[in-house]
């Protein structure tokens, strides 16, 4: 587990007249690679990689301090004056981080996610330690992002917000795992996930080095059948699905892929679940599918990208777990939960009844 450790110093101001006591506060936490980082005061001005780190920074209400962006983010309404905020990374890539630029803003801290596949851990501290510190979190894993938000909050001076974010994150995440903790791995459910490609052919997954790609599916109950494979993010071809034992299959599906049936843009919600079931029936026709258990059991279930590479993966985890195990879960309801989670911590003005597909079926 994360540690984090607050110092705080307290001295006295020499002249007793002012009738005043100097306050100067150290925040030394230990981050996602165990790395000790320390902070003069909490951040007043923040940079930060990765959509995920948004999203932290934005349900504790420290969004207003963020000089610095990822190139990913485009909604306006999640994440208010974004044409004021330079983008400090490119769309596809977190860790190919423009220096010059994000010196050039001053932060007072570094917030990017754990992502030690690209191979440019080493170079980000050394381009801006010390005179910027490098903070690197685990915003995937649901099994240690309150450690996150913790760190988040803490960094940020907004540990009241974060523990406000933690208990609404633990109050759905632990029940459904007080119950799935009781399947058996005999028993469980095997996934395949069939993670975003950039085209239709491609068969793109999790492996073991992906930040919660394992996790994710055990706290749902059920179990990543290429969780054993050596990479983070990659390609498996169909000689080996077809030797796959797959009990359910979950689709990622990227709006900018299927922009009038997922997400919040999205007006016409009927046609939007019209479309998801077409997409469903085509993944069950595809011939490297079409033999599973899955397939055979219409357990073929259709997820957007922003429930899977966000915070609100909660929700994803909410869906699969009632999916899998609908006899455990008959009073879940994730759309509720989704949409409780966009009024109190995103405070946008989002109708899920008037958008796209988040999940299917919903």
């Known amino acids: 587990m994360l540690l984090i450790l607050l110092f705080v110093i307290f001295s006295t101001a020499t002249e007793q007249k002012a009738n005043t006591t100097a306050t100067d506060t150290k925040i030394i936490i230990i981050d996602a690679l165990g790395r000790e980082?320390?902070?003069?005061?909490?951040?007043?001005?923040?940079?930060?990689?990765?959509?995920?780190?948004?999203?932290?920074?934005?349900?504790?209400?420290?969004?207003?301090?963020?000089?610095?962006?990822?190139?990913?983010?485009?909604?306006?309404?999640?994440?208010?004056?974004?044409d004021k905020i330079p983008a400090i990374c490119p769309v596809r890539n977190p860790m190919d981080i423009n220096y010059e630029k994000t010196i050039e803003t001053q932060p007072d801290v570094l917030i990017l996610p754990k992502f030690e596949w690209y191979g440019t851990t080493e170079e980000i501290i050394n381009a801006l330690e010390p005179d910027i510190p490098v903070v690197f979190v685990d915003t995937l894993n649901p099994d240690s992002f309150c450690d996150t938000i913790k760190i988040i909050g803490m960094v940020t001076g907004k540990e009241e917000e974060a523990q406000e974010y933690i208990e609404f994150y633990s109050g759905i995440y632990d029940p459904i795992v007080t119950k799935t903790s009781r399947i058996t791995q005999e028993d469980r459910l095997n996934v395949f996930y069939k993670a975003f490609s950039d085209t239709p052919e491609q068969i793109k997954t999790y492996g073991k080095e992906m930040p919660g790609g394992n996790e994710f599916f055990n706290a749902a109950g059920?179990?990543?059948?290429?969780?054993?494979?050596?990479?983070?993010?990659?390609?498996?071809?169909?000689?080996?699905?077809?030797?796959?034992?797959?009990?359910?299959?979950?689709?990622?599906?990227?709006?900018?892929?299927?922009?009038?049936?997922?997400?919040?843009?999205?007006?016409?919600?009927?046609?939007?679940?019209?479309?998801?079931?077409?997409?469903?029936?085509?993944?069950?026709?595809?011939?490297?599918?079409?033999?599973?258990?899955?397939?055979?059991?219409?357990?073929?279930?259709?997820?957007?990208?922003?429930?899977?590479?966000?915070?609100r993966n909660i929700i994803a985890i909410a869906y699969m777990a009632k999916w899998f195990y609908p006899e455990e879960f008959p009073d879940l309801d994730p759309e509720a939960l989704h949409q409780e989670y966009l009024d109190r911590f995103i405070k946008a003005d989002y109708n899920l009844s008037n958008a796209g597909l988040f999940a299917y079926p919903a």
């Open 37 to 82: 980082v320390t902070l003069d005061k909490p951040a007043e001005r923040i940079a930060y990689t990765h959509y995920s780190v948004a999203e932290v920074l934005k349900a504790v209400g420290a969004w207003d301090r963020v000089v610095t962006r990822d190139g990913y983010i485009s909604d306006e309404k999640f994440y208010p004056n974004l």
């Open 222 to 311: 059920g179990k990543n059948i290429a969780g054993d494979l050596p990479f983070a993010y990659g390609d498996v071809d169909k000689e080996w699905i077809l030797e796959q034992d797959i009990d359910a299959i979950v689709i990622m599906c990227w709006d900018q892929h299927y922009p009038d049936i997922f997400g919040y843009a999205v007006n016409d919600s009927e046609l939007a679940s019209e479309s998801g079931k077409e997409i469903q029936e085509e993944i069950m026709r595809q011939d490297v599918f079409a033999h599973t258990d899955a397939v055979k059991n219409e357990k073929v279930y259709l997820l957007h990208n922003e429930l899977l590479s966000t915070p």
